[in-house]
């Protein structure tokens, strides 16, 4: 730009007086209006007339003019301005291209400031620039000066040396202040880079501690295992202590016999051997001691008197829950949190998971776990299921423990049959791991149970022929609090025998409104076994119960959107484990395509008229079909290989008229709604009928048309009363219970439900089907909440039937009008959902039960396709 | 859009080349037509400290029609409505093909410095101006501080 300094002043005021004040270009036709100002003939004065005035008004003074009649043209030319121009001429020129070199480069230092501000705004007024000028196609895009053009490499315009020289500058200078913008930001990613460092370390030392708490918990349950083995096998040999004692009295009775006996026989014989006479009166009492050894022998010899029989003693130690909980034991929950330093420790999750049921343990105790962005949170389903307190049952032992049982005992009883349940259950024999003692003898129980111990074990037997089913089955926890310090588990979502514990905390009373707190009295046994595990801190002698009312929160209930349960909630519902659990175990989301598939119209093995009802043995994992028309159940293995059926029309046991409903206890025993026959029939695990109980009507425990069952954990069965509009309660031997339900579309009734389902923590969902929504009530029947309303909608539901409930509380809804399954979460918020109508792969015609499998896999009777499909 | 006249372009040019003191008028990168004006309120006015965002669009016809601006910030002035619009004879009838950007901008900066409340646009304003101008320039002054701060400008 030297040529630039040489630019004088007056040729620049020389350029600007050649300039028209309207198109801002050199003259051309300079025209020169009456009031004396100059402008160029087109396109300024032209542009200027007003047509309808036929008049001119002067752009620099507002004067008007007449145009005169042949136009603007008319106006004298100005001579003076032509007389410069021409004087002017390629030094104008000139002096015109350094002046818009000048302009041009001032340009760019101001669009450079501009920038300093508004760094989007890059050298836009030259790029507008060269766009319009690249459009108009003439000379150097920038300055349309009709030089000697090239292609500029950067922006492919045609432009001249000049123009091109300045926006190389300019370039140059873009590429200066982007490197001074990358240096600016090359601070943030090293700061990145050292907080991720500080993140992996963090992410690794929160791994750890999780590491650790599972080891932790692990190594607890290892410990309660290894005591449970000491004391079976101290039991063992207890019991083989009183048997060998029993066993040689015995043998020292019979062995005294013998000698006596022997020494008899000698002294008679020697007696008899002399030949001293025998006086008479000795001789006839020989006789008649002989009499009475030879009875004595007698009661040897005709079994009078009989060696002990030897009592059989067996582990049974098979348990298919124990196992299944261990490999479902535990949860890792992963959350990621997106403002990670906002939280403070006061954000502890504790505060979010108030939920007694849950056995969560948080891993993340204190604030460390938060500055990090990706949170890892823990929770470990424990169980205390082997918790040896029980076994104090099998060792009888000091009687006055067994009386203060007894009493408790009855006092529950007295409150509440259905209290007896658990409470039963903790007492009697743990199956999970039991020594069996088979009495053979005749003789009692004098071996080696103490004599306390005997009434005890006699009103034992009695309650197990009570509630057998309820001994055996699984009962999940009443409440249990999760407290945070002391990092207690709890017993897991899977079916385990409960122990319950009882917190000092007041608001443990809160949390478990609406459930059973049993007080385990075991705790001294306990104790003796795991003293100073945490289980210690519960109360050791108390052995009350609360039994608070459940409480209607449906406010409570349908608040999904909350965001911050933080306050320890005492709603019923709120206990559900899925509002913990972030992610299904079973990928619902990533179903959709049948796995299996199999049957189809037909009444041989393997074909189906019209299935209804389906259910998952927990047994074997095997799927028993209702195959409603032809009046039979057909069972499965998971892979949809046929194994048996049982069953055929008509009215007597065994006998099936379109039934509808099946459900299989922790027994194994198969419960099915024989729905023409208004009756619930209850077969061994085998297929062999056990017991028939409802008939038609309309009162207490009758039954019309009973579609689907369930059965909760402790063996009570479920019915969904269709035509009744109603839910029934019964015990695993058909014994009335309770109902709740009627006809109706408030909360609590019901139209036509159809099938039920009871979540592990005995919440019972039921799909009311012609009120299109499912209802959650307390296995109390209290309402709880309700999900769904008709519409094709995501979360909206048509005639929905058949539900069932994973292990993670996720409620898997057969949407029968939608032709699809929907998955909610435990509180009813929708998940996720497949299937479409068809009778292709992965789509239905007319759904109706469904069950999972121990895998998470979702069983679907596609009753219109008479097919059952695994997903 | 057809070519952009090589006028608006000078204008453009000179208007970057030649900035006017207190006024920064920046073409639109998508549309060179419209322009973000940024005008400071001048010394011994009300407006004094303030920077108050304009736009600017160039008609079709422009020079032969009059550009169209409009406060976006807002403003306490007899002249200026709540929407922004300004009363100003040459941006009316008073327009000629002469008056440039610069100079259009030039006179807005000017209506800060004289609000002129015999022709008014918001007459609720101009009342006041009227009535009590103590208050109203007080008014105007804390409106200026409220919505015309230089940090609220760039922030927009």
């Known amino acids: 730009m030297t040529t630039s300094s040489g630019m004088s002043l007056s040729s620049e005021h020389v350029q600007r007086l050649l300039q028209c004040a309207v198109c801002l270009e050199r003259f051309k036709q300079p025209k020169i209006l009456p009031c004396q100002h100059t402008f160029c003939l087109t396109p300024c004065l032209e542009g200027l007339v007003d047509r309808r005035t036929r008049s001119i008004r002067c752009p620099e003074c507002r004067a008007d003019h007449f145009v005169p009649r042949n136009g603007p043209a008319s106006f004298p030319n100005n001579l003076t301005v032509i007389g410069f121009l021409e004087l002017a001429g390629p030094a104008g020129e000139a002096v015109e291209n350094m002046s818009r070199n000048q302009v041009v480069e001032t340009l760019h230092q101001s669009s450079r400031v501009s920038e300093l501000r508004r760094p989007q705004r890059v050298s836009s007024p030259q790029q507008n620039v060269q766009e319009s000028a690249a459009a108009d196609g003439s000379g150097c895009a920038v300055c349309r000066g009709e030089g000697r053009v090239s292609r500029c490499c950067h922006c ?14 300019q370039v140059k200078a873009d590429v200066t202040r982007m490197i001074s913008q990358v240096r600016r930001g090359l601070p943030h990613i090293s700061e990145q880079i050292i907080a991720v460092g500080r993140k992996s370390s963090q992410l690794q030392s929160n791994c750890e501690h999780v590491k650790s708490d599972i080891s932790e918990a692990l190594d607890k349950h290892i410990r309660e295992l290894k005591a449970r083995e000491r004391t079976l096998r101290e039991d063992v040999d207890n019991f083989l202590a009183g048997e060998l004692r029993n066993l040689r009295a015995y043998q020292e009775n019979a062995e005294v016999e013998i000698a006596s006996l022997s020494s008899f026989c ?16 000795d001789l006839v009492e020989m006789r008649g001691q002989c009499q009475e050894h030879l009875e004595s022998v007698q009661c040897y010899e005709d079994g009078t008197i ?37 939280q403070t420790p006061d954000d502890d999750p504790y505060g979010r998971t108030p939920l007694p049921y849950l056995p969560a343990i948080n891993y993340n105790e204190g604030s460390s776990g938060f500055s990090v962005g990706l949170q890892t949170e823990s929770r470990l389903a424990a169980s205390p299921a082997m918790s040896p307190g029980t076994s104090r049952r099998l060792l009888l032992r000091a009687s006055d423990t067994s009386g203060f049982d007894d009493g408790y005992q009855s006092e529950t009883r007295a409150i509440s049959p259905f209290l007896a ?20 003898s005749r003789m009692g129980d004098s071996g080696w149970a103490n004599q306390g111990s005997q009434t005890h074990r006699r009103s034992r037997y009695d309650r197990r022929s009570d509630t057998r089913l309820a001994s055996l089955a699984s009962v999940r926890g009443p409440a249990s609090s999760q407290q945070a310090i002391d990092r207690t588990r709890h017993l897991s979502l899977v079916t385990l025998p409960v122990t319950s514990e009882f917190d000092s905390e007041p608001e443990d009373s809160e949390t478990a409104v609406g459930r059973l707190i049993v007080t385990p009295n075991r705790q001294e046994g306990r104790d003796d076994h795991v003293g100073g595990l945490p289980h210690a801190a519960s109360f050791p002698g108390a052995r009350s119960f609360n039994f608070l009312p459940p409480v209607l929160r449906i406010s409570a209930a349908v608040r999904e959107d909350d965001e911050s349960p933080r306050e320890p909630t005492p709603e019923f519902n709120s206990n559900s484990p899925s509002l913990y659990v972030s992610t299904p175990r079973n990928k619902y989301n990533q179903k959709g395509t049948a796995l299996v598939r199999f049957g189809q119209r037909g009444s041989d093995i393997a074909q189906f008229t019209w ?55 922790g027994l194994g025993q198969v419960i099915i709604a024989d729905r023409y026959n208004h009756r619930i029939q209850i077969f061994d695990r085998c297929g062999r009928f056990q017991n028939a109980f409802g008939s038609e009507g309309s009162g207490e425990g009758q039954l019309n048309y009973p579609w689907g069952l369930a059965c909760d954990n402790m063996g009570f069965i479920y019915v969904c009363n269709k035509e009744n509009h109603r839910v029934q309660v019964f015990q695993s031997n058909g014994t009335y219970v309770r109902m709740f339900g009627r006809l109706g579309t408030r909360p609590g009734e019901f139209e036509n439900p159809h099938y039920i389902a009871v979540s592990p923590d005995n919440k019972v969902y039921v799909s009311d089907s012609s009120n299109h929504r499912v209802q959650v009530f307390s296995m109390y029947g209290d309402f709880l909440f309700t999900f769904g309303t008709c519409g094709a909608l995501r979360g909206q539901m048509k005639f929905p ?43 239905f015609k007319g759904l109706e039960g469904l069950a999972i499998l121990t895998n998470g896999n979702i069983v679907v009777s596609d009753r219109e396709n008479h097919r059952i499909q695994i997903f | 859009m057809a070519g952009l006249p090589r006028r608006i372009i000078k204008e453009t040019q000179r208007l970057m080349a030649e900035p006017v003191a207190g006024i920064t008028a920046i073409p639109d990168e998508q549309n060179a037509r419209y322009f973000h004006v940024v005008v400071a309120g001048p010394s011994q006015s009300p407006y004094e400290g303030g920077l108050f965002k304009l736009e600017l669009f160039l008609p079709e016809e422009y020079p032969m029609s009059a550009p169209k601006v409009r406060f976006m910030t807002k403003i306490y002035h007899p002249n200026i409505d709540k929407l922004g619009r300004i009363c100003l004879d040459i941006l009316k009838d008073k327009w000629s093909p002469a008056l440039q950007i610069r100079t259009v901008l030039l006179s807005i900066q000017a209506l800060l410095s004289a609000p002129n409340p015999d022709d008014p646009l918001d007459n609720s304003v101009a009342e006041h101006w009227k009535t009590n101008e103590k208050s109203a320039i007080d008014q105007a002054r804390q409106w200026t501080q409220l919505h015309a701060r230089a940090n609220n400008v760039n922030s927009h």
């Open chain 1, 611 to 665: 299935p209804r009802g389906v259910s998952v043995s927990p047994m074997d994992d095997s799927i028993y079909v209702a195959d409603s028309s032809n009046h039979r159940v057909q069972v499965f293995d998971s892979t949809g290989k046929f194994l048996k059926t049982f069953g055929q029309h008509g009215q007597g046991e065994g006998d099936f008229d379109c039934l509808a409903g099946v459900a299989i206890n």
């Open chain 1, 266 to 281: 000698d002294s008679v014989e020697s007696v008899l051997s002399m030949s001293r006479p025998i006086p008479d009166g």
């Open chain 1, 421 to 440: 349940a658990p409470r039963t259950q903790a007492s009697s024999p743990n199956r999970a791991s039991q020594v069996r003692f088979e009495e053979e």
């Open chain 1, 801 to 843: 039937r058949g539900i069932a409930v994973d292990n993670q509380g996720f409620v898997v809804v057969a949407d029968s009008g939608n032709n699809r399954v929907q998955i909610f979460r435990a509180d009813g918020r929708f998940y996720s959902m497949f299937g479409g109508w068809g009778n292709e792969n992965g789509q």
């Open chain 1, 156 to 169: 492919d315009q045609l432009v001249c040396e000049e123009c091109r020289h300045f926006h190389m500058q």
């Open chain 1, 306 to 342: 009989r060696p002990p029989n030897v009592k059989m003693i067996q582990a049974s130690l098979e348990s298919p829950f124990l196992s299944s909980t261990i490999s479902n034991y535990g949860d890792l929950i992963i959350t990621s949190r997106a403002a990670p330093l906002r």
